[in-house]
C-alpha cells in the first residue's frame, strides 16, 4: 500500500516528459491551426503503421510455427539473426533497401535486363517493405516464445489420440496465437507510428508524410510552433 504512489509519480514523470516540449511550443505559438495536409499525414501515419503491423504480424505465424516444429542445420543462428535489425542503425537498413529496391538497384536491374517496367520503393509500399523488414523478426521471436511455452506433451497426445493438423492447430495452437497476436501487432505498430528516417527517405511526398515528417517540416521550414504543438498532440 506504501508504494502505491509510486506508479503515479512515474506515469507523471513520463507525461512531463513526453508532452512538456509540446507544451513549450504551445506557450510560444501565436495561432494553432492544421492545415488539410496535416490531417492527410496522420491518416496515412495510421494507415502504413496498421500495414507494416498485419503484414508483419502474418507473416510471422507461418514462420514461427516453422522454427518451432522443425529442426534443420543452421536453425540457431537464423534465430539468433532475428535480433540483427534491433542492432542494424535505421541508415545503413536503408541504404540496403536502396541497394535492392531503388531506381538503380539489383531488382531493377534484373527487371530492365527482362524488359519488364521497373518497380519504385518510394511512397507507402517502400516505407511498410522496409518497416517489416525491422519488425517482422520482432513479431517472430514473439510467437516463436509462445509456441515453445506450449507443452510437448500436448502434441504428443494430439498425435496419440490421431487428431488432423487442423485440430491440432484449432485446439493446441490457436489459444496461444489468440493471446499473442493483439499484443505483436500493437508493438509493431507503435514501432511503425515513430518510423521517422524510414519515413523521410522512402515517403516525404504529398501522398506519404507521416505526423513525424509534418512536425519536422513545421519545425525546419516554416517554423510554426503552434501547428508544431498541434501535431506533437496528435
Keep these: 500500500m506504501a508504494n502505491r504512489p509510486l506508479p503515479l509519480i512515474l506515469s507523471g514523470l513520463i507525461a512531463t516528459l513526453v508532452l512538456g516540449t509540446a507544451l513549450v511550443l ?68 536503408v541504404v540496403g533497401m536502396l541497394a535492392v529496391y531503388g531506381r538503380n538497384g539489383i531488382v531493377n536491374q534484373v527487371l530492365a535486363a527482362l524488359h519488364l517496367p521497373p518497380v519504385s520503393i518510394f511512397g507507402v509500399q517502400g516505407v511498410v517493405l522496409t518497416n517489416v523488414f525491422f519488425n517482422l523478426p520482432l513479431a517472430t521471436r514473439i510467437l516463436l516464445n509462445g509456441w515453445s511455452a506450449i507443452p510437448a506433451e500436448r502434441f504428443r497426445l494430439a498425435e496419440t489420440l490421431g487428431l488432423p493438423p487442423s485440430a ?52 525546419r521550414f516554416d517554423f510554426d510552433l503552434g501547428r508544431a504543438a498541434l501535431l506533437a498532440g496528435l
Design 26 to 93: 504551445a506557450l510560444r505559438a501565436d495561432s494553432f491551426t492544421l492545415r488539410p495536409a496535416d490531417w492527410a499525414a496522420l491518416t496515412f501515419t495510421l494507415k502504413q503503421a496498421a500495414l507494416s503491423a498485419l503484414v508483419s504480424t502474418l507473416v510471422a505465424i507461418p514462420l514461427a510455427r516453422a522454427l518451432t516444429r522443425r529442426r534443420f542445420p543452421g536453425r540457431g543462428a537464423m534465430i539468433a539473426l532475428m535480433g540483427a535489425p534491433f542492432l542494424l542503425p535505421t541508415v545503413v537498413a
Design 168 to 219: 491440432t492447430f484449432r485446439h493446441i495452437e490457436l489459444p496461444m496465437l489468440r493471446d499473442l497476436l493483439p499484443g505483436a501487432f500493437v508493438v509493431v505498430f507503435l514501432l511503425c507510428m515513430s518510423s521517422f528516417v524510414i519515413s523521410l527517405t522512402f515517403g516525404g511526398g504529398p501522398r506519404a508524410t507521416t505526423l513525424e515528417l509534418a512536425l519536422y517540416q513545421a519545425l
